[in-house]
């Protein structure tokens, strides 16, 4: 079963979750494929080719994932002409948070000044970002809430294995948010949320506070496992599922969609889905060749980057989807 929420034709009484605002971060340093070369065995060529990445960003020595939550939440505050000490909630997706507690969203919320609001994260990894929203939307739906933070933010090569080059050569970090308002007019149409635990070992990290950090244990070591392949064709899959699902609850064809803003893995999965919804690429937000896979960190990136460009237009109709470990998958449909 999946967790459609608040699904629907729009009436006079129904709260929606509006985007107010979007912003992103990336840090500063980029790491390019002809330098990633010099570090394992690869070529440009070769992650061109399969993945459609050019270069990523990676992280300061010191710089944390509150940090890239921290200014993407800034810029996204900016534009929605939001102050901090309005925030009713804040939701952070994230699989690399800072410590293992307090949450992120708590020490996110703090240097903001949101002090006394509800603040947490979700992991779903990859998907974190759609998930929170979900959960969002769900609050502002409810009427639980009125001014909503949702983060994406990711800092996944700190456990990337820099001498696994299968692995090493997908990620990179980066942040991004929105700023979700109640409003009686149009917003957030419906949210579609699933899960398999069952394919834990095709792509995962096995340490963790209570199997032990054992560095002994078969693929321990804080660095990500994956089957690449497999999550390839399960991804693929799943999102082809939940874009049908999408349309469906909403009664659209899927020549209704004016943009496509997916998750960031790769360039091929993304034309996959593109192809399944008869999309010409042009409609598709692709950001995986400057930004990698940034995880939780992407969709919003990707978001945030076709808001400031004027290229996603008010009153337009955007599909947010994602893929993760889990696996986790969801979506998002919006009038944005
Ligand atoms: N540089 C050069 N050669 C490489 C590299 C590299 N970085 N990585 C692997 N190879 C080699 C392999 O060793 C293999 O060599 P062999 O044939 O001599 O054994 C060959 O290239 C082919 O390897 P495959 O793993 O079969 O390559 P594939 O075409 O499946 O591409 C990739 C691998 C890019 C990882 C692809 O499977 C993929 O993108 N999968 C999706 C995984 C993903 O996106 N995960 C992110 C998290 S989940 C998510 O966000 C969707």
Request: hydrophobic fraction near 45%; charge should be negative.
């Amino acid at each position: 079963m999946s967790i459609a929420a608040s699904t629907g034709t729009p009436s006079a009484t129904r709260i929606y979750a509006r985007i107010a605002g979007t912003g992103s971060y990336l840090p500063e340093k980029i790491l390019t494929n002809a330098e990633l070369s010099t570090i394992v065995d690869t070529s440009d060529e070769w992650i061109a080719s399969r993945t459609g990445i050019r270069q990523r960003h990676v992280a300061a020595e010191g710089e944390t994932t509150g940090d890239l939550a921290y200014h993407a939440s800034v810029r996204a505050l900016e534009a929605a002409g939001v102050d901090a000490a309005e925030i009713d909630l804040i939701v952070l997706g994230t699989t690399t948070p800072d410590l293992i507690f307090p949450s992120t969203a708590c020490l996110l919320q703090h240097r903001l000044g949101a002090n006394g609001c509800a603040a947490f994260d979700v992991n779903a990894a990859c998907s974190g970002f759609v998930f929170a929203l979900a959960v969002a939307d769900k609050f502002i739906a409810s009427g639980a809430a009125k001014t909503v933070l949702v983060v994406g933010a990711e800092t996944l090569t700190r456990m990337v294995d820099w001498t696994e080059r299968t692995t090493c050569v997908l990620f990179g970090d980066g942040a991004g948010a929105v700023v979700l308002k109640a409003d009686t007019e149009t917003g957030i149409l419906s949210t579609h949320l699933h899960a398999d635990g069952g394919k834990k070992e095709l792509l995962w990290n096995p340490v963790g506070v209570s199997v032990g950090f054992k560095e002994n244990a078969p693929n321990a070591g804080v660095r990500i496992n994956m089957a690449g392949s497999d999550v390839f064709k399960y991804a693929v899959k799943a999102l082809d599922s939940v874009v049908e699902e999408t349309l469906e609850a909403n009664g659209l064809d899927r020549h209704d969609i004016d943009w496509l803003i997916p998750h960031q893995a790769n360039l091929r999965i993304i034309e996959a889905t593109a192809k399944r919804l008869d999309m010409p690429m042009e409609r598709v937000v692709v950001t995986v060749d400057r930004h990698g896979n940034t995880s939780s960190g992407s969709v919003p990136l990707a978001l945030d980057e076709a808001v400031r460009s004027g290229r996603v237009q008010r009153g337009q109709l955007v599909l947010l989807e994602a893929f993760g470990g889990g696996f986790t998958w969801g979506s998002a449909l919006l009038r944005y």
